[in-house]
């Protein structure tokens, strides 16, 4: 697929469920959210079909994700469903997570299919991780990433939102995790979204990091495999590192030119940009009327965010579209 820009749309952001077991500051209201009717969610089967039209059409990348995508029951079915439609064209299947559940579930996932991981985790304090999370439990996070690895996850990323004021004092600490561990540690500036909307005071540039980690290089070579100018990050290392630190900086260096992403929410809309209040219903459809809906949708994705103007357009908060 492509749109009026001329961009190859072949990646799918597949929100599984917009429940969570945690309550993230920036994320959710501290009330969570109202746990909706099963009927008003799709079914497994429903998102299998969603997934199955978009890698027809030329998506060739899906991450599925919440909420948090591990407390949908039968994830890992779903997993299975999705690693099927490699013959069809899907190459890589993956995950975003908060790693609380992860201890039980990394080795189903992997034999299920999943390619790769991506963790959140923005502190590396027990205290701060329960205030961020409202609730959460540091341990069960790092146990989740331990048996990742000990499942046999090769390609393991951990993502931190910057957070002025909150984690400003760790942002050495959480880059050097790279220095020991094969994974990549990666710093995604606070967006003006739902509940991050009233944070901007806690807004950080992403090149914090560089000034708090000041041995890190820019990756020049085929270690890094996201390194093309229209990559989402700008990824770092050092000598004698096993990983590398990723930036990603969708406040001060806008990516939108090269956006090659499509996202489905858990009740089935298509939306065409993260910040957009536009979302296209898909339920219902199904065959050639769903391929021409999803082909017609993506010819009028917008040409990128506008948010050094104005918060987000976005009608829903983070937990409800993935990120």
């Not at 929100?15 to 209201?29: A, E, I």
């Not at 957009?276 to 010819?299: D, F, K, N």
Request: a positive charge.
């Amino acid at each position: 697929m492509n749109d009026a820009y001329g961009r190859t749309i072949n990646y799918l952001r597949l929100s599984v469920t917009d429940l969570c077991n945690l309550r993230c500051v920036y994320c959710m209201p501290p009330e969570g959210v109202c746990k909706r009717s099963h009927g008003e969610i799709c079914s497994l089967e429903e998102l299998a079909e969603l997934a199955a039209a978009c890698v027809a059409l030329g998506v060739k990348k899906i991450r599925l994700t919440g909420g948090e995508p591990l407390v949908r029951k039968g994830i890992c079915n779903l997993v299975e469903q999705l690693n099927a439609l490699r013959p069809a064209g899907l190459e890589e299947l993956c995950m975003t997570t908060n790693g609380s559940l992860l201890a039980e579930l990394a080795a189903p996932l992997l034999a299920a299919g999943l390619d790769r991981l991506n963790v959140s985790l923005d502190t590396l304090r027990p205290e701060r991780y329960r205030s961020l999370t409202r609730g959460g439990e540091l341990q069960r996070v790092l146990d989740g990433l331990a048996a990742a690895e000990a499942a046999g996850f090769r390609d393991i990323r951990l993502n931190t939102v910057l957070l002025g004021g909150v984690n400003e004092d760790e942002l050495g600490e959480l880059a050097r995790l790279a220095r020991i561990h094969p994974w990549s540690i990666r710093f995604i500036e606070l967006m003006p979204i739902g509940p991050g909307a009233a944070m901007g005071g806690a807004f950080l540039p992403a090149s914090r990091v560089l000034e708090a980690t000041t041995e890190l290089k820019r990756v020049q070579n085929a270690r890094c495999k996201m390194q093309d100018e229209n990559s989402v990050a700008k990824y770092y290392t050092a000598p004698g590192w096993a990983g590398t630190v990723g930036l990603i900086a969708p406040m001060s260096r806008r990516f939108c030119e090269g956006c090659s992403r499509i996202r489905i929410t858990a009740d089935g809309r298509l939306k065409l940009c993260l910040h957009s209040a536009e979302e296209i219903p898909l339920r219902g459809l199904h065959g050639a009327a769903l391929r021409q809906t999803l082909e017609a949708a993506v010819r009028r994705k917008p040409a990128g965010h506008k948010l050094s103007e104005a918060p987000s357009d976005s009608r829903r908060p983070m937990n409800e579209i993935g990120g």
